[in-house]
């Protein structure tokens, strides 16, 4: 089945620029939409954007013209540019995926409704 794995994250000043990166292992033959979320200490698991099969995207309104977040099919990853990164954006960063359809080298199918990794975290400094 697959996994899913956030690399990408660290320290960064306010101002500055990250990207993200959520790889996923298997082989699959489609994902239906991927997203980020975040979690800040003492706060909900928030979308922060989503884009689907077809490119279509969705954002937090907190990120809108800051956060761009983009899919590489052909390396099966999805990435999140964060620019003009403000301290209200610590959290650590889930990668999600919805609806993954994916084989093993034996032909067996499966299905994940959802599927999430294991977050990395990013600290915004001020």
């Known amino acids: 089945q697959v996994e899913l794995v956030e690399s990408g994250g660290g320290l960064v000043e306010a101002g500055g620029s990250l990207r993200l990166s959520c790889a996923a292992s298997?082989?699959?033959?489609?994902?239906?939409?991927m997203g980020w979320f975040r979690q800040a200490p003492g706060k909900e698991r928030e979308l922060v954007a989503s884009?689907?099969?077809?490119?279509?995207?969705n954002y937090a309104d907190s990120v809108k013209g800051r956060f761009t977040i983009s899919r590489d099919d052909a390396k099966n990853t999805v990435y999140l540019q964060m620019n003009v990164a403000r301290p209200e954006d610590t959290a650590v960063y889930y990668c999600?995926?919805?609806?993954?359809?994916?084989?093993?080298?034996?032909?067996?199918?499966?299905?994940?409704?959802?599927?999430w990794g294991r977050g990395t975290q990013v600290t915004v400094s001020a």
């Open positions: 999600n995926a919805k609806d993954v359809h994916s084989r093993n080298d034996f032909g067996d199918r499966y299905r994940q409704l959802e599927v």
């Open positions: 298997g082989i699959i033959s489609s994902v239906e939409a």
């Open positions: 884009i689907t099969t077809d490119g279509s995207t």
